[in-house]
């Protein structure tokens, strides 16, 4: 059987590299990534893809979206998603944000899998990005109530310990986040000094 | 008990009536709660809207007709209880074909002159134009001016298709020679200084339907009840932002990060029917260039939707017959009727009107006093749906 040849369009690296390592496993699959959109759509049915993958928000889906529509009047006829059936495999990719164009003719059983991948791949991204933000947040907080503790430590000569303590304490009376009376603390003391 | 209703709308001018329903509380005042997503492209509200991922959304006319016809990923029905504007969109020049029209006859705000002009230029070579979707009034305009002048639309016009909010770049980079878009984009461009305005769209048709309220067929005859809360509360919405002296209030709420992320000042302006033509600052008043008066263009149509339908018939393969039945299926007069009886809505008698035969406004029969604007195309064009 001839290589499937999937185009990846995504100007962001990191996911890029998510769906193509997980297409790589596969030795029939031959995966090229478009990372510089602008002005590239005009030229790249010339790849002949048999599978494009997009992302659903990505500006320049547009353009991408129209030449592969107007190419199906060409010799290489090419319908938008897979088979018109597969309604619930379509939504799961619309939720996930991949949009995929696929060449008429290519039988269900090679889309499936592609599509499989790039949902699970995406949904992958999207929790990596969100663990990310929230380490990142974390990592602020401690930040911040640490200089909290040092300004009380400091001002009323308290241990570490005990500074954490009153901290704590005015958080649970005030029924606030530790973090955000730290916040407000280390504020009022930057307008204060 | 709410009913929750997720509705996907792009950032233009004329989604006010979907964004002012929830801000303004008339979606609440309905019981619904209204979960709106916005979306850059759309081709994404196509796909969402026919897989259900949103319920209802801010759509093209020509576009609910080509889902409908099956011209999508997926084939489903999409109908519209109410239009949400009339007009809006408008043609920006660059400088050069700026020049390049006025050297060939142009007059600003002349759609005859301005077709002549597009004719004789592209006789060289097509002009490159870019516009927010195919499937779009945008395209059915700029075709329908063409044809009536006797030129043939593929010799003239090399479309090219990019979300709203990034079609100004595509004119700065020199990608395009000129666009179509809705407000505000057109007026953000011209006050950047990337091109000049030639012409707003009404100056082809005053009666062009724009943007209708989109809802599945399955989902609006499933939830017919929140389908009618629904269309009550974004037709109080249009009403409401439509007055003179709210202006002010529907700029800023539109102009917010979350919705147009773009100055209040130039909403506000589309929104009065002030049009800034030239970066000089030349500006042109015509109220009639964007409506969202409900009470006056809100009602579906039907035979402006078949015009729009047989239009496009043409291009998109489609027996013009058929075209023209699926567009009056999609069209909910009796959804209005019913959902708006109780808002005392001027309920016109006729599902069908002779399209381009309103050169003032007129009263027509119907309950509540129903008062229709202009609808004449340029060319004084009849459509006559019988």
């Known amino acids: ?36 959109t602008h002005g590239l759509a005009r030229q790249f049915m010339a790849l002949k893809p048999d599978i494009i993958l997009i992302d659903l928000q990505d500006p320049s889906r547009d353009s991408f979206e129209q030449i592969i529509a107007a190419s199906g009047a060409a010799d290489r006829p090419v319908a938008m998603f897979v088979d018109h059936s597969d309604q619930h495999m379509m939504r799961a990719a619309i939720d996930a944000g991949v949009s995929a164009y696929v060449v008429d003719g290519l039988r269900k059983d090679r889309i499936t899998p592609v599509l499989e991948t790039a949902i699970a791949r995406f949904h992958k991204f999207q929790r990596t990005q969100k663990e990310l933000e929230t380490t990142k947040a974390a990592l602020a907080e401690r930040k911040t109530i640490d200089r909290a503790k040092g300004l009380l430590m400091k001002a009323r000569g308290l241990t570490e310990e005990d500074a954490y303590a009153l901290l704590r304490k005015t958080a649970m009376d005030q029924g606030r986040r530790v973090s955000d009376v730290a916040n407000g603390l280390v504020i009022a003391a930057g307008l204060l000094l | 008990m709410t009913r929750p209703v997720n509705i996907g709308f792009v950032p233009l001018t004329d989604a006010a009536p979907l964004i002012v329903a929830v801000e303004m509380g008339f979606a609440e005042e309905e019981g619904l709660d209204v979960n709106l997503l916005r979306e ?74 301005f077709g002549n002009a597009l004719i004789k230029l592209s006789r060289s070579q097509p002009i490159r134009v870019a516009v927010p979707f195919l499937q779009s009034m945008h395209v059915t305009m700029l075709r329908h001016l063409i044809t009536q002048l006797g030129g043939l639309p593929e010799d003239v016009f090399d479309f090219l298709v990019s979300s709203p909010s990034k079609i100004e770049q595509l004119l700065t980079d020199g990608d395009v020679d000129g666009f179509m878009v809705g407000s505000p984009w057109a007026s953000h461009a011209v006050e950047n200084g990337a091109g000049h305005l030639m012409l707003t769209s009404n100056t082809i048709w005053q009666g062009a339907p724009e943007k209708v309220l989109g809802m599945r067929y399955d989902w609006l005859e499933d939830n017919r009840d929140t389908a009618m809360r629904l269309t009550r509360a974004v037709y109080r919405a249009a009403n409401w932002a439509a007055r003179n002296p709210n202006s002010g209030v529907v700029s800023e709420i539109l102009s917010r990060p979350q919705y147009l992320n773009v100055s209040s000042s130039i909403i506000e302006n589309n929104l009065l029917g002030d049009t800034v033509m030239a970066t000089s600052g030349q500006t042109q008043h015509d109220p009639l260039a964007l409506q969202l008066d409900a009470k006056r263009i809100g009602f579906p149509w039907q035979s402006a939707a078949a015009f729009v339908a047989a239009q496009n018939a043409p291009y998109w393969n489609i027996d013009p017959t058929l075209a023209k039945t699926v567009a009056h299926e999609i069209c909910r007069p009796d959804i209005y009727r019913q959902a708006l009886e109780s808002a005392n809505a001027p309920l016109p008698s006729a599902n069908q009107k002779v399209e381009g035969s309103l050169h003032s406004t007129t009263e027509v029969p119907g309950m509540n006093n129903p008062i229709l604007g202009p609808d004449a195309f340029f060319d004084g064009k009849i459509f006559d749906p019988a």
């Open chain 1, 1 to 36: 059987m001839k290589h499937l040849h999937i185009v990846v369009v995504d100007p962001n690296k990191e996911r890029a590299f998510l769906i193509v390592d997980g297409l790589a496993a596969t030795p029939d699959y031959k995966v090229t990534v478009i990372g510089e």
């Open chain 2, 40 to 113: 850059q492209n759309w081709a994404t509200i196509r796909d969402k809207l026919s897989y259900g991922v949103v319920d209802a959304a801010h759509v093209l006319l020509p576009m609910a007709i080509g889902i409908s016809l099956g011209l999508a990923p997926t084939k489903t029905r999409i109908d519209f209880p109410l239009v949400l504007n009339m007009n809006g969109n408008a043609f920006v020049a660059s400088p050069n074909l700026t020049t390049a029209l006025l050297e060939n006859g142009n007059q600003l705000g002349n759609a005859r002159a």
